[in-house]
């Protein structure tokens, strides 16, 4: 599911709700999780699951080609945890 289809969704399942007013709440929900994402907050909703950052810390790596030693330096990764309710429904056989 693309972006585009998540508004087409979002606009079918609420008749009350434009195709460019459902663009802008997907839009501005985004943009919520990235900002808040950037300022090192947690996001948790419920039933759905929590996004976060993860500090990844310097490394040595390995240059796949050559072998040469490459260091990797540290950096913040976003992280996905899936809450409950939705592990059970993706873990659900589908519906006939």
Same mark, same amino acid.
């Given at each position: 599911?693309?972006?585009? *289809? ?11 709700? =434009?195709?460019?007013? !459902?663009?802008q ?5 985004? *943009?919520?999780?990235?900002? !808040? ?26 240059n ?13 990764? &976003?992280?996905?945890? &899936?809450?409950?309710? =939705?592990?059970?429904?993706? *873990?659900? &056989? &589908?519906?006939?």
């Amino acid at each position: 599911m693309t972006r585009s *289809d998540l508004v087409e969704a979002l606009a079918a399942q609420l008749p009350f709700l =434009m195709q460019r007013d !459902a663009e802008q709440a997907v839009k501005a929900l985004q *943009d919520a999780i990235v900002q !808040a994402l950037v300022n090192g907050q947690r996001i948790e909703i419920r039933g759905f699951g929590s996004f976060s950052v993860t500090h990844r810390p310097a490394r040595i790596g390995r240059n796949p080609r050559s072998g040469a030693a490459v260091e990797v330096p540290a950096k913040r990764t &976003p992280h996905f945890k &899936p809450g409950k309710a =939705m592990r059970e429904a993706v *873990d659900a &056989p &589908p519906a006939a």
